[in-house]
């Protein structure tokens, strides 16, 4: 298995930065898209894998399983070129430390990018919460599975944050869920072969989501997954879950209540404590390389 050293990581991540501000944005737009829709993918294959478990092994095995089978976005997205928001919170900044880019084109970046995530991720949302999450009768009555009902309870945790406590919580979630999104990342850089590059990304994802914290991008998809499956809920399901809840899920509490805080703490996680970091610690031997 051929890996690179670190100093030649972080150089690489600047390299790929540099690339990406270079993108025309209606390609930012579209890979961002592609990466929105395969974050999706991950996080619905999570909510279908880990429902129910929780009542026959436990909550923390219900945890890990969740966590096992959601990098399969991440892993996509790094194979195949597409753009995810919360790596280009550390990939571009690198650049613009170590090549000079201007900070305008990596703000460029994000928004396109973050565009084409939410586009990506609600268009995923949409097909899980018509397709398997419900059940039609021939008169186009709709129920709502069992995996539906889990979407819903993901959606309604996901805009519980309310009060400057809990919104604190959130921050310090998105924080190190981007800290370890872009040790993926980097670790995804480090191996040049398939193997390599799977395992290097798995473990880091597999421990954000199993630890609870708070991605942006999957929440795009998360939480519409969740309003689209509610309404769809019957009387009884709507008891169970809690009317309340279900009374504050809605598309404004979806920002207010988590995106705008998540989002900034991702960028922190991978900004501050991914690179800002790692180019202060290996900025001499960047020079020396050049």
Known sequence: MVFHPPVAIVAKAGDAGKYKVGIPAWNMLL???MAGAYIAIGGALATTCFTGVATFLGA???????????????????????????GDAMLAPMAAFIHKVSWASV????????IGNLIGSIVYAYIM?????TGWSAAGVATVNAFGISAVNIAVGK???????????????????NWLVNLAVLLGICADDL?????????PIMAFVSSGFEHCVAN?????????TSAYLSPEQIATIGAEKLANLSWVTMWTNNLIVVTIGNIVGGLVFVGVIYWVAFRDEIAALK
């Open 31 to 33: 890979r961002g898209f």
């Open 60 to 86: 923390g095995m219900a945890k890990l399983i969740l966590g096992s089978v959601f990098p399969v976005g991440l892993i996509i997205i790094v194979l195949t070129g597409a753009e995810l928001f919360t």
């Open 107 to 114: 703000l460029n970046l994000w928004v396109w990018v973050y």
């Open 129 to 133: 919460a018509f397709g398997p999450y």
């Open 159 to 177: 805009v519980g944050y309310v009060g400057g406590a809990a919104m604190w919580s959130a921050f310090l979630k998105a924080i190190g869920c």
């Open 195 to 203: 193997i390599g590059k799977f395992f290097g990304i798995w473990f």
């Open 220 to 228: 795009m998809y998360f939480i519409p997954a969740g309003i689209m």
